[in-house]
Antibody, heavy 118, light 110 residues
Framework: EVQLVESGGGLVQPGGSLRLSCSASGFTFSSYAMHWVRQAPGKGLEYVSAISSNGGSTYYADSVKGRFTISRDNSKNTLYLQMSSLRAEDTAVYYC???????????WGQGTMVTVSS | QSALTQPASVSGSPGQSITISCTGTSSDVGGYNYVSWYQQHPGKAPKLMIY???NRPSGVSNRFSGSKSGNTASLTISGLQAEDEADYYC??????????FGGGTKLTVL
């Protein structure tokens, strides 16, 4: 079964840092680009970041550029999102998402909640 | 990276058809055939319903169809069923090499 499981969410103070992880199984992780998408409570989906299959290329939404870093370890089938200088507006459920080779998101994790508050 | 424009809500009766629009610009929807649609039930992760404007993933009902004209993409659901009631989001690849989502549309089945 193809599966993505996020972890690492929690409560963090404004200005703080947090690292999210996403463990992948059931497919050849190293063959696919991966993404992070977030959803603030009661709000819509917001694109966050992407990384190519070999990790050589990364992309970020303007709202997180310079503060978030996406990375992956293909030997561990794991995707990461290092978040720093966190703001209240970063509060959201963060989803790990698999690319389907056609620039669409075909597999989603269950999400991990990040709350930025003092 | 402005969000794509979707109607906040649409509604229809069982058996009817509805269409949800998604309007962008020539830098996203109009410039690429990489428009996708997602269904999200409350408390659940989104599910891919349409990709590449009009392609359905395996397992998605053929009651769901997609199209595009210029800078506007559309999702049509025919033969509405109670289980179709959900939030729907469009997404497009952009000229900035990132993706953008629409604001979401709440579908109510009357």
């Amino acid at each position: 079964e193809v599966q993505l499981v996020e972890s690492g969410g929690g409560l963090v103070q404004p200005g703080g840092s947090l690292r999210l992880s996403c463990s992948a199984s059931g497919f050849t992780f190293s063959s696919y680009a991966m993404h992070w998408v977030r959803q603030a409570p009661g709000k819509g989906l917001e694109y966050v970041s992407a990384i190519s299959s070999n990790g050589g290329s990364t992309y970020y939404a303007d709202s997180v550029k310079g503060r978030f870093t996406i990375s992956r370890d293909n030997s561990k089938n794991t995707l990461y999102l290092q978040m720093s200088s966190l703001r209240a507006e970063d509060t959201a459920v963060y989803y790990c998402v698999k690319d389907n080779y056609e620039r669409a998101f075909d597999i989603w994790g269950q999400g991990t909640m990040v709350t930025v508050s003092s | 990276q402005s969000a794509l424009t979707q109607p906040a809500s649409v509604s229809g009766s069982p058996g009817q058809s509805i269409t949800i629009s998604c309007t962008g610009t020539s830098s996203d929807v109009g410039g690429y055939n990489y428009v996708s649609w997602y269904q999200q039930h409350p408390g659940k992760a989104p599910k891919l319903m349409i990709y590449d404007v009009s392609n359905r993933p395996s397992g998605v009902s053929n009651r769901f169809s997609g199209s595009k004209s210029g800078n506007t993409a559309s999702l049509t659901i025919s033969g509405l069923q109670a289980e179709d009631e959900a939030d729907y989001y469009c997404s497009s690849y952009t000229s900035s090499s990132v993706w953008v989502f629409g604001g979401g549309t709440k579908l109510t089945v009357l």
